[in-house]
């Protein structure tokens, strides 16, 4: 089967597979392909994981999610098609970000995670190469593991384990009952990190550290109420 979608050139890899931006025949735009290429996935496991994230599709734009728009055939693999975010990863930033701009890119990228938690998706594995960065706008991208529903026992880590919260990875590497709350926990810790490594600010930083700290002690009020604190600062 042909598919509508050409590859044009490489622009990630990730542990199943490489991400390429591609041109829609049909509609003429840019997008991004995620060609799986690892055996351990199959193409069922990719169909129902796309199933998942267009249940979404209606909301994920106007809360700086990248929307997932299907599958389409590469050969004997099968490619997951996405919009085309523009900007960076903000792994790739070469120097420290203005408070003010990194509120901003607080404010939506809590927002991404308000979302997806309050459809039933967790990302598990925010950190900063999964978030694009274009000026003062930012969006959440790469949901390859995100889950819904979770799983409650783990047989090793899944995510980063740089960027988890602690108590969620030593869970998994135990392999004992994780709780949906604990993920959801573990996203706005994993956000917050990345937050932080953004910036040189101190009070910022501090402010960043009370979410994990939060995050750390499974107080959701608390951490409500420091996300607030940082998104509404001056």
């Known amino acids: 089967m042909t598919s509508r979608y050409k590859l044009v050139a490489p622009i990630g890899r990730g542990a199943f597979g490489q991400v390429w931006r591609a041109k829609d025949a ?3 735009k ?14 069922s496991m990719v169909k129902e994981e796309v199933r998942h994230l267009q249940a979404i599709s209606h909301g994920c734009a106007q809360h700086n999610v990248v929307c997932y728009k299907g599958t389409a055939p590469f050969g004997s ?8 975010a523009p900007g960076v990863p903000m792994s790739k930033l070469k120097s420290a970000v203005t408070a003010p701009r990194l509120r901003k ?3 939506q990228l809590f927002d991404a ?10 990302h598990r594995d925010v950190k900063p190469a ?10 959440l991208i790469d949901l390859g593991i995100a889950c819904s529903p979770c799983p409650h026992v783990y047989p090793g880590v899944t995510g980063t384990p ?7 990875r030593d869970k998994m590497e135990g392999g004992k009952y994780v709780s949906t709350g604990l993920l959801r926990l573990g996203d706005y810790y994993s956000a917050a990190k990345s937050l932080r490594e953004a910036t040189d600010s101190e009070r910022v930083v501090a402010e960043l550290k009370a979410i994990q700290s939060a995050a750390k002690e499974g107080d959701v009020k ?5 996300i607030v604190g940082f998104t509404r600062s001056g």
Do not use: C, Q, T
Not at 130 to 139: A, C, F, K, S, T
Not at 162 to 168: D, K, R, V
């Open 130 to 139: 999964n978030i694009m960065v274009d000026g003062d706008e930012l969006i």
């Open 105 to 107: 890119w607080g404010r």
């Open 30 to 43: 840019d997008v991004a392909v995620k060609v799986v290429k690892s055996p351990r996935v199959k193409d």
């Open 222 to 226: 608390k951490l409500k109420a420091a």
């Open 77 to 84: 693999r099968l490619g997951i098609v996405m919009d085309l």
């Open 162 to 168: 740089h960027y988890m919260l602690p108590e969620l």
């Open 113 to 122: 995670l308000d979302f997806l938690h309050s459809h039933g998706v967790v």
């Open 26 to 28: 049909k509609s003429a």
